[in-house]
């Protein structure tokens, strides 16, 4: 394929062998695998904080057969894992890939655990389809160790400037249950530890702006920095890490079926990395997969001068999503089903069948989840309505009255017997465990009833929210092979273009995500595509 060559700079103003465009899981990783196989190394980027999208996550990776498995007295196999990819992947993965991701996730994760900070124990969730052929209910999912990491890093910030960069939540998200140096903070702290520890360079607010191609190579690429035009020469190779393309609302209309979306990642993450490697005429693949959430926005609240989209507590008794009709179109206790809910379309009428959706919950959720003592800290509490009747809430929110009394019956019915035979609310292992994630020091004031995620909605007053369609990250990008070079539309490699995290597609699972997809795949691809230049003459 030609691809369009790019005219040299006069002057270098950086040379080094790997260049590492986003401070992700993977990044990051890059550059720390690379200066340990003798290569010189640099991280840019494009925001004044480290950890784009991983900062804000749960900091989950999934990894099968880790080490951590066998430690716990648990089991796993790459045939099983295998299998469990091609079972859910709707036959969009590639085979290589999930293979070279199975082979290589164990090995990358014990090196940085070896080499770096960094360190990582099982999480407690099971695998989203678990009961799927391949499926496990434990095991697969590591995260930063909290005992180790949250003690570590509080000290770290006090010593090292960089550490304190890392990007904190833009809010108390849950009113504050989670501790400024866990999960995804941690796994960013580990990492950039790792690099302070290597005297690696990381450069902040130094956007990458066009890859510089010359003979058909990637040789390195213009960045911005101060408002200026700074070239930085790289002679193995360019890796793109810059996350998702979520805060671009062009890209969002262009490539997914969906309502206007709103991003819970960094305002960053504008698909600067797929520009660049399109640019430079790289294939690029499930640009319609994302890992859609709902969400809501409180008035005059901002993430970098854009508004800001809370999570909302779902799935737990006490609490249903309705849509637009008044009536359940989702397992409330699955947030891919809720995505879905969102996104379907109905073709007899030309318009979304369900959004938007709103959340109702009664007043003993309403207080378990904390969102009646969220609605009392913000400027405008408009956000929450509340009525004392279920009637007089619908036409609140604009709902029909008698489908929303009709459909909270009939869930109140199903609480009581357990089962949910319109969307299986509660059943299978995920289900069962979402409902363990209540607080359990929560002391409430009235017992729920049912299951751990059914339970009525009955007692007075009660609450509703109209939600929107959010994300944490769209899962469409550049394909790579098994190197993590980047391909082009024929298959065939870029010189000196690698990539990971959400600027590459997912293809190591296809349509398939469960928790830590993505950060596994950008960890192990950041591992690999260094080896890579390592090796490269």
């Given at each position: 394929m030609t691809m369009r060559e790019t005219e040299l700079p006069s002057k270098w103003d950086l040379e080094v062998d790997l260049v590492a465009m986003g401070s992700s899981s993977g990044g990051l990783t890059a550059v720390i695998m690379g200066h340990d196989l003798g290569l010189s190394t640099v991280l840019l980027e494009k925001s004044d904080h480290l950890g784009g999208g991983t900062a804000l996550s749960g900091g989950v990776l999934w990894?099968?057969?880790?080490?951590?498995?066998?430690?716990?007295g648990l089991s796993d196999s790459r045939e099983e894992a295998l299998t469990h990819i091609r079972r859910t992947s709707l036959g969009r993965h590639d085979e290589e890939l999930a293979a070279t991701f199975v082979d290589t996730a164990a090995e990358a994760v014990r090196y940085?655990?070896?080499?770096?900070?960094?360190?990582?124990?099982?999480?407690?969730?099971?695998?989203?389809?678990?009961?799927?052929?391949?499926?496990?209910?434990?095991?697969?999912?590591?995260?930063?160790?909290?005992?180790?990491?949250?003690?570590?890093?509080?000290?770290?910030?006090?010593?090292?400037?960089?550490?304190?960069?890392?990007?904190?939540?833009?809010?108390?998200?849950?009113?504050?249950?989670?501790?400024?140096?866990?999960?995804g903070?941690?796994?960013?702290?580990?990492?950039?530890?790792?690099?302070?520890?290597?005297?690696?360079?990381?450069?902040?607010?130094?956007?990458?702006?066009?890859?510089?191609?010359?003979?058909?190579?990637?040789?390195?690429?213009?960045?911005?920095?101060?408002?200026?035009?700074?070239?930085?020469?790289?002679?193995?190779?360019?890796?793109?890490?810059?996350?998702?393309?979520?805060?671009?609302?062009?890209?969002?209309?262009?490539?997914?079926?969906?309502?206007?979306?709103?991003?819970?990642?960094?305002?960053?993450?504008?698909?600067?990395?797929?520009?660049?490697?399109?640019?430079?005429?790289?294939?690029?693949?499930?640009?319609?997969?994302?890992?859609?959430?709902?969400?809501?926005?409180?008035?005059?609240?901002?993430i970098q001068g854009r508004p800001l989209y809370r999570p909302i507590d779902y799935g737990y008794p006490g609490n249903i999503f309705v849509d637009r009709?008044?009536?359940?179109?989702?397992?409330?206790?699955?947030?891919?089903?809720?995505?879905?809910?969102?996104?379907?379309?109905?073709?007899?009428?030309?318009?979304?069948?369900?959004?938007?959706?709103?959340?109702i919950a009664?007043?003993?959720?309403?207080?378990?989840?904390?969102?009646?003592?969220?609605?009392?800290?913000?400027?405008?509490?408009?956000?929450?309505?509340?009525?004392?009747?279920?009637?007089?809430?619908?036409?609140?929110?604009?709902?029909?009255?008698?489908?929303?009394?009709?459909?909270?019956?009939?869930?109140?019915?199903?609480?009581?017997?357990?089962k949910d035979p319109d969307f299986h609310r509660g059943e299978g292992t995920y289900s069962q465990y979402w409902g363990s994630r209540r607080d359990p020091n929560f002391q409430g004031d009235l017992p729920f009833k049912g299951g751990p995620v059914l339970g009525p909605v009955e007692t007075p007053p009660f609450y509703g929210i109209r939600l929107e369609l959010g994300t944490v990250g769209n899962l469409g990008g550049l394909v790579t092979n098994k190197h993590a070079q980047v391909v082009d539309a024929e298959g065939e490699p870029i010189p000196g273009l690698y990539g990971t995290s959400n600027t590459t597609a997912l293809l190591t699972h296809g349509f398939m995500y469960t928790t830590g997809s993505c950060q596994g795949k950008s960890f192990v691809f950041g591992y690999i595509a260094a080896r890579h230049m390592a090796q490269a003459k």
């Open positions: 990894i099968p057969c880790n080490d951590h498995i066998a430690a716990e940085m655990e070896a080499h770096t900070p960094l360190k990582l124990t099982i999480e407690a969730s099971p695998d989203y389809y678990a009961d799927l052929p391949g499926g496990k209910k434990r095991g697969r999912q590591i995260y930063p160790n909290p005992k180790i990491m949250i003690p570590l890093l509080k000290e770290a910030e006090k010593n090292h400037p960089l550490v304190a960069q890392i990007r904190p939540d833009p809010i108390p998200y849950f009113c504050g249950r989670r501790h400024k140096w866990a999960e903070r941690g796994i960013v702290g580990g990492l950039v530890l790792g690099c302070i520890e290597r005297g690696i360079n990381v450069m902040t607010k130094t956007r990458g702006r066009q890859l510089v191609l010359h003979d058909g190579r990637v040789v390195g690429l213009r960045a911005e920095k101060d408002g200026k035009d700074f070239f930085i020469k790289a002679r193995r190779g360019v890796l793109l890490a810059s996350g998702g393309y979520e805060r671009n609302p062009e890209m969002n209309k262009r490539f997914l079926n969906a309502p206007e979306l709103h991003g819970n990642t960094p305002a960053s993450n504008e698909g600067d990395g797929h520009i660049m490697g399109m640019e430079v005429g790289a294939a690029i693949a499930l640009m319609d997969h994302s890992i859609f959430q709902p969400v809501f926005h409180v008035e005059g609240e901002e009709h008044g009536k359940r179109c989702c397992n409330e206790s699955f947030y891919p089903d809720i995505g879905r809910a969102f996104v379907e379309y109905d073709k007899n009428f030309c318009e979304l069948a369900h959004a938007p959706l709103f959340w009664d007043h003993p959720e309403a207080t378990r989840s904390y969102t009646t003592l969220l609605a009392t800290t913000t400027k405008n509490p408009d956000w929450l309505i509340q009525a004392d009747t279920l009637p007089e809430l619908a036409a609140k929110l604009g709902i029909p009255a008698d489908n929303l009394v009709e459909t909270v019956n009939r869930f109140n019915r199903f609480a009581a017997e357990g």
